[in-house]
């Protein structure tokens, strides 16, 4: 079966090793994941479990900070509706990173690409939901010394001024190859990869240093990170690193990803309990037709998403997750009893991000960068 991936949709069942091949990166090899170890002394569960897979240069950022050079960081959110979990997974690891290594963190709001590529979307909605999914980033704890938030539209004077130099580096036949841009495609979005490669270059410029940076980000955004990497060196920076992670899966099923626009694949942080538990209620399981039937031949949790949240996100520990594989194969664990645990799980979590997401409100203004 077919898929594809670009930075606008996903579709059908991802192959991360076809990928791999494809787009041209590098497998997140267990040496790679060694140093990181030695440095940060334990690993984070999405490298334990290679949630984070796939990478550009990773290698050469920790080779630069073991020579004492710091590199910063670049993340990113297209404000087109309310943060889901699956958003949040690089934004999760940037925070370990931040913490671990002790470096800066940059944040970019594409409320320009969300309005010039969805039709529906007015200019205003973009920029409310720009600063609405900020605080989504702001809630997982980051270092507001360290740490700088930007929106393209607010943040235009100071962009447009690295973004111009990208852009007449780029010709229109190697964005039409990458991002697959036709002639009815607006003349903004043809421009715009030029606005999501500044904020490789801005460190460098804020800082006043040739500074590294790595960009954690799904594996979709890395188009961009190609198209930067070509022009990085004549305009004397040094190419973007990425390190690349998988989907989040769609509840609704293991192909697809998480989606904005499709409401009962996701768990957006704003979701009332009762959503959040009629979502897991009604999730694709890997469960049998019937309790009979899955007491004598096990489920499967290959694909079944209830256990990719586990995977994912509400069961760190290695030996549990591994206990909870073996009772559903062998039939003692129902997918009734799995699924209330894992909603118990997610309404507390909502929940308590929700708290944070409030507070992150009164210090959000210290996060900002504006002209
Ligand atoms: P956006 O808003 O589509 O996505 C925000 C971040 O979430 C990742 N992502 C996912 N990760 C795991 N599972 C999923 N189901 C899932 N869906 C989305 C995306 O890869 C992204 O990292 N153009 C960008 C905004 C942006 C950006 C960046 C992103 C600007 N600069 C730098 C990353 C890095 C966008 O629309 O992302």
Known sequence: MGFKV????????????????EFGTSPLTDDILERVKKITGEL???????IFFSHR???????????????????????????????????????????RFDVNMYFQITDDE?????????????????????????????????????????????LYGIAVKIAKNVTFSTVKAVFGFTNSTNIGMIFFPAIQGVPCFLPSELEKRKAPVLIPA??????YWRVTRDVAEKLGYYKPAAIHNIFFPSLEGPSGKMSASVGQSA???VDTPEKVRKKVMNAFTGGRETVEEQKKLGGNPQVCTVFQYFYFLFEPDDAKLEERKAACKSGELLCGYCKKELADRLVIYV???????????????????KD
């Open 44 to 50: 984070h569960p999405f490298l334990r479990r290679k």
């Open 6 to 21: 670009t930075p606008w949709e996903v579709e059908g069942e991802v192959d991360y090793d076809k990928l791999i091949k």
């Open 267 to 269: 768990i957006f942080t």
């Open 351 to 369: 929940r308590e991000h929700q708290e944070k997401r409030e507070k992150a409100k009164k210090v959000l203004d210290q996060f900002l960068l």
């Open 114 to 158: 969300k309005f010039m590529h969805r039709r529906e979307l007015t200019l205003e909605k973009t920029r409310h939901y720009g600063y609405d999914n900020a605080l989504d980033f702001v809630a997982l704890g980051f270092d507001p010394e360290k740490t700088f938030i930007f929106s393209d539209i607010d943040y235009a004077k100071t």
């Open 218 to 223: 799904a594996i979709d955004q890395d188009p």
């Open 57 to 99: 240069d990773f290698d050469w950022i920790l080779d630069m900070y073991e020579k004492g050079v710091p590199f910063a960081i670049y993340t990113g959110r297209g404000p087109s509706g309310h943060t889901h979990l699956g958003h949040m997974m690089p934004w999760i690891f940037c925070q370990y990173l931040q913490e």
